[in-house]
């Protein structure tokens, strides 16, 4: 007996809501963070990007800025990308692949799960 049998490639997931997603929207399972590409209906299969390069919505102001090549992590809170971990309630969403100023509402990110 086959000890794995492989399902799919994993750049993106299924995932049935319990409530609306909006396409763009930001959904975190777990240690898992996905993006909808497209909208998804409450209780209908749809998909989450795992993987790829998305531009996430970042706070903005004195202090907030992102360097290249930096780790981000999900805000489920403010619904923000950040640098801080905050003991792991944020969850890791990637690496960041340009500089987002202080001015800067998102931050570029190549998407990158554990």
């Known amino acids: 007996m ?14 049935t809501p319990g409530s609306a997603v909006a396409a763009g929207e930001v959904v ?4 898992l963070v996905g993006v909808a590409k497209h909208p ?3 209780g209908e299969l749809g998909a ?6 998305f531009d996430f919505a970042k706070a ?3 202090s907030t800025a992102i360097a290249a090549g930096a780790l981000v992590y999900w805000d489920d809170t403010n619904d ?5 971990s905050a003991s792991g309630a944020n969850k890791l969403i990637g ?7 202080d001015g800067d509402a998102l931050v570029r990110v190549m998407m990158k799960q554990r």
């Open 95 to 101: 690496v960041t692949v340009a500089a987002a100023v």
């Open 40 to 42: 998804i209906a409450s």
């Open 28 to 31: 975190v399972i777990g240690e």
């Open 2 to 15: 086959a000890e794995a049998t492989f399902i799919q490639d994993g750049y993106a997931i299924d995932h």
């Open 60 to 62: 903005t102001g004195g």
């Open 48 to 53: 989450l990007a795992t993987s790829g390069v």
């Open 80 to 84: 923000v990308a950040t640098t801080n």
